[in-house]
T-cell receptor
């Protein structure tokens, strides 16, 4: 069975304090790994797609990386507006559906 | 485009009542997904459609749940009869075939409370 595990469940950082969120996965044939951001009371919003080990994607203060077993979302010098829940999801070969992890709730303290 | 539109945004009902949630996907998108989100289990896929045809409904909890997509611009998720354990936020999402069907566009969700 496909599994996606995110850690930590929650993370509090001071503004400007860099850190990383982890997403480990066990799937039978990875087609893509996706990162989403979810603000309270809103639907998830797409951030990145990663397709193969070694791939990296960047957007502002966020950088996502992928290995054969896990993905990291690195956040550099975060700001309070980066506070949100970050979700990762996997898509397997031959199927369009996404299986989501339970997310990391990130809080950036001014 | 206005994005994915869901209604109602909030629904409070009593156990045993029928609940219908509605979704209008983004025009031109040919995939539609229904997800349920709870604190305990996170986001779970219930069912998805491609070109209005149900492809995978293995996530539908039981026969009390049903979903339809009568045309490309409308889908419903129905719960009959509803139970307190169905309380959750239900999301509809759509995407289109560009090689990256994992880029889903989510609506703002329908928060269901069953008393």
């Amino acid at each position: 069975e496909d599994q996606v595990t995110q850690s930590p469940e929650a993370l509090r950082l001071q503004e400007g304090e860099s850190s990383s969120l982890n997403c480990s996965y066990t799937v039978s044939g990875l087609r893509g790994l996706f990162w989403y951001r979810q603000d309270p009371g809103k639907g998830p919003e797409f951030l990145f797609t990663l397709y193969s080990a070694g791939e990296e994607k960047e957007k502002e203060r966020l950088k996502a990386t992928l290995t054969k077993k896990e993905s990291f979302l690195h956040i550099t010098a975060p700001k309070p507006e980066d506070s949100a829940t970050y979700l990762c999801a996997v898509q397997i070969v031959g199927n369009e559906k996404l299986t989501f992890g339970t997310g990391t709730r990130l809080t950036i303290i001014p | 485009d206005a994005g994915v539109i869901q209604s109602p945004r909030h629904e409070v009902t009593e156990m045993g009542q029928e609940v219908t949630l509605r979704c209008k996907p983004i025009s031109g998108h040919d995939y539609l997904f229904w997800y349920r989100q709870t604190m305990m289990r996170g986001l779970e896929l219930l069912i998805y459609f491609n070109n209005n045809v149900p492809i995978d409904d293995s996530g539908m909890p039981e026969d009390r749940f049903s979903a339809k997509m009568p045309n490309a611009s409308f889908s419903t998720l129905k719960i009959q009869p509803s139970e307190p354990r169905d309380s959750a936020v239900y999301f509809c999402a759509s995407s289109f075939w560009t090689g990256n069907t994992g880029e889903l566009f989510f609506g703002e969700g329908s928060r269901l409370t069953v008393l």
